[in-house]
């Protein structure tokens, strides 16, 4: 027999504390400031949903610390994946809400909310560690503000996350135990070196043959196309992509890089659609972030213009430098760079292709 009460919704949303949590600091002067209400709302809204991408990202992450993930878990990570970048669109949106605030509604209060800023937001800094921004791959103007703004309480938590494993970390991992970088007894790479040397040889020829290029203009095509060159030709080079990756140019290791180029390139082979969609949901994670710091960056030249922010930073500026390079997902948007169109593609064995699509036994 169940003797459980009957559930309430005010008690099991507990709003008695949510819609009780509004404070305005305006109010302790005498003189409550309108617009406040709205901007503490907003930045509420923004750490329930950042609790949520952190639920979905330790889910992802508990996944991927398998060492045989299923396809059905595979499932599940593109469906949790998918919902984050259905939160990050809603976290977009609701900047328009705060830019209905003017600059003399936000200074009715800004003074009595420092020295309290966006800088402290624990949840954001976690998820960007999660995701595979740590401290180290940050450059130096971000790792002046990455804590410093932080209790020493939240410090810890923060530089314990930023030990452990991430998405990129796991994803990497992942792609590494793929057997692609030697498909088809190296078959497969050798035929595409071959193709990808004979359509930049191709290139090159009418480069040099174009009559109506000016001679700085070919001399700059033909050192693009020997970068491209020389980019094809660490992939099958260890000791020349691990320079790259000292250098930090690359974070992406050779095999897990390899493996990605191949899942894109033939991603209509059933059993790589789903790790084709992984990717691309990496992709637009990283965009969407990227779009929400340049309009955070927008939203606070607006209301701040050139002042410094309450957490001392410089506002606008800081946001906008920041916006490129924080990307986490880089070396996954550059694999575009290596794929060639489908008419050109190294033709899989019957036997790869038998293991790359759905079979079944009676």
């Given at each position: 027999?169940?003797?459980?009460?009957?559930?309430?919704?005010?008690?099991?949303?507990?709003?008695?504390?949510?819609?009780?949590?509004?404070?305005?600091?305006?109010?302790?002067?005498?003189?409550?400031?309108?617009?406040?209400?709205?901007?503490?709302?907003?930045?509420?809204?923004?750490?329930?949903?950042?609790?949520?991408?952190?639920?979905?990202?330790?889910?992802?992450?508990?996944?991927?610390?398998?060492?045989?993930?299923?396809?059905?878990?595979?499932?599940?990570?593109?469906?949790?994946?998918?919902?984050?970048?259905?939160?990050?669109?809603?976290?977009?949106?609701?900047?328009?809400?705060?830019?209905?605030?003017?600059?003399?509604?936000?200074?009715?209060?800004?003074?009595?909310?420092?020295?309290?800023?966006?800088?402290?937001?624990?949840?954001?800094?976690?998820?960007?560690v999660k995701l595979g921004l740590k401290y180290k791959y940050r450059n130096e103007m971000e790792k002046k503000f990455f804590n410093i703004r932080l209790s020493k309480e939240d410090q810890k938590l923060l530089a314990k996350?930023?030990?452990?494993?991430?998405?990129?970390?796991?994803?990497?991992?992942?792609?590494?135990?793929?057997?692609?970088?030697?498909?088809?007894?190296?078959?497969?790479?050798?035929?595409?070196?071959?193709?990808?040397?004979?359509?930049?040889?191709?290139?090159?020829?009418?480069?040099?043959?174009?009559?109506?290029?000016?001679?700085?203009?070919?001399?700059?095509?033909?050192?693009?196309?020997?970068?491209?060159?020389?980019?094809?030709?660490?992939?099958?080079?260890?000791?020349?992509y691990q320079k790259v990756l000292d250098s930090g140019e690359r974070r992406l290791s050779r095999r897990a890089t390899l493996s990605a180029i191949f899942i894109l390139l033939n991603r209509d082979e059933p059993i790589l659609?789903?790790?084709?969609?992984?990717?691309?949901?990496?992709?637009?994670?990283?965009?969407?972030?990227?779009?929400?710091?340049?309009?955070?960056?927008?939203?606070?030249?607006?209301?701040?213009?050139?002042?410094?922010?309450?957490?001392?930073?410089?506002?606008?500026?800081?946001?906008?430098?920041?916006?490129?390079?924080?990307?986490?997902?880089?070396?996954?948007?550059?694999?575009?760079?290596?794929?060639?169109?489908?008419?050109?593609?190294?033709?899989?064995?019957?036997?790869?292709?038998?293991?790359?699509?759905?079979?079944?036994?009676?």
């Open positions: 027999m169940n003797n459980k009460n009957p559930l309430y919704y005010a008690e099991y949303l507990q709003l008695d504390k949510i819609l009780g949590a509004q404070k305005p600091e305006s109010e302790k002067s005498g003189t409550a400031a309108h617009d406040e209400t709205l901007f503490i709302i907003i930045h509420q809204t923004y750490e329930l949903w950042f609790k949520q991408i952190l639920h979905e990202i330790d889910s992802m992450l508990e996944l991927f610390q398998q060492d045989y993930i299923p396809e059905n878990a595979l499932h599940t990570v593109v469906l949790r994946l998918k919902r984050v970048t259905e939160i990050q669109k809603v976290l977009n949106d609701q900047i328009r809400i705060i830019e209905t605030m003017t600059p003399l509604d936000f200074l009715d209060f800004r003074d009595s909310l420092q020295p309290a800023s966006g800088f402290q937001s624990l949840q954001f800094r976690q998820v960007e996350v930023d030990n452990e494993p991430s998405v990129f970390e796991m994803v990497e991992k992942w792609l590494e135990r793929m057997p692609f970088d030697k498909i088809d007894g190296g078959k497969y790479w050798k035929e595409f070196k071959n193709i990808v040397a004979s359509t930049l040889d191709h290139d090159r020829k009418v480069i040099e043959n174009n009559p109506f290029l000016p001679p700085e203009q070919k001399k700059m095509e033909l050192n693009n196309l020997n970068a491209t060159l020389h980019s094809f030709e660490v992939l099958f080079d260890d000791k020349e659609s789903l790790p084709f969609e992984i990717i691309q949901a990496l992709l637009d994670i990283d965009e969407l972030f990227t779009i929400w710091r340049y309009r955070h960056a927008m939203m606070a030249q607006r209301l701040l213009g050139s002042k410094i922010g309450t957490g001392g930073s410089s506002g606008h500026e800081y946001l906008r430098k920041t916006t490129e390079s924080s990307r986490i997902f880089t070396d996954f948007f550059n694999l575009a760079s290596f794929l060639i169109p489908r008419k050109q593609l190294p033709v899989l064995s019957n036997e790869v292709k038998t293991q790359l699509g759905f079979s079944f036994q009676k």
